[in-house]
């Protein structure tokens, strides 16, 4: 079943809004907290009524819609992040297909919610520990692996590592909600201009 264009492409800007935030803290070792705590909320809404909801709304999504917008129109000023995004859809068929794995994760986060509960904030420091630890325990024994560089001496922190696993963790919530709607690799090639009018669209 394939959901409407509009749809999908909120899922698109999950994956590209996580990735941005993952290139971003392993070059700088800094994050903007109020997009971190967009994607890890989407993570544990694992049962919204709509795409839109998944991320709180629309507009929480216009650092990632900014991105597609930029790479349907040819201005993409990071050439790394369209490579990462296709790595994230990978690993999320073998996610998908990976049954066991899929099912420690769900275990995983309906395990973590009541810390991100009690915390009052699904972007604290505990709980993107206990995400990035879900993610290196499970995600991460699958391959293709997601490769992630960076400036080494943030990468050899442990707060930094856990933070980008988390984000890498809600990166591959958004590719299963992607595929979930309908999204395929035949989108780029045959709804491209369809995903960069429904993007536009979203942005106004």
Do not use: C
């Not at 998944?54 to 507009?59: A, C, F, L």
């Amino acid at each position: 079943m394939s959901f409407p264009v509009e749809e999908r492409v909120l899922a698109l800007a999950g994956i590209a809004q996580a990735l941005q935030q993952v290139r971003r803290i392993a070059e700088t070792g800094q994050s903007e907290a109020s997009v971190v705590r967009t994607l890890m909320d989407s993570v544990f809404r694992i049962d919204a009524a709509t795409p839109a909801a998944v991320y709180g709304d629309v507009s929480d999504l216009a650092p990632g819609l900014r991105l597609l917008n930029d790479y349907f129109n040819n201005r993409a000023q990071d050439a790394v992040l369209p490579r990462l995004a296709l790595a994230v859809l990978q690993l999320e068929r073998r996610f998908v297909k990976t049954p066991a794995t899929a099912r420690a994760v769900a275990e995983g986060i309906e395990r973590t919610a009541p810390l991100a509960r009690e915390a009052g904030d699904s972007g604290h420091p505990d709980v993107l520990s206990a995400l990035g630890k879900l993610y290196a325990d499970t995600i991460s024994h699958l391959r293709p692996r997601v490769m992630v560089q960076g400036n080494p001496h943030y990468l050899g922190q442990a707060g930094v590592v856990s933070e980008i696993r988390a984000l890498l963790l809600a990166a591959m919530r958004s590719a299963v909600l992607w595929r979930q709607l309908g999204g395929s690799y035949w989108d780029f090639l045959f709804a491209k201009r369809a995903m960069a009018e429904a993007v536009a669209r979203a942005l106004r």
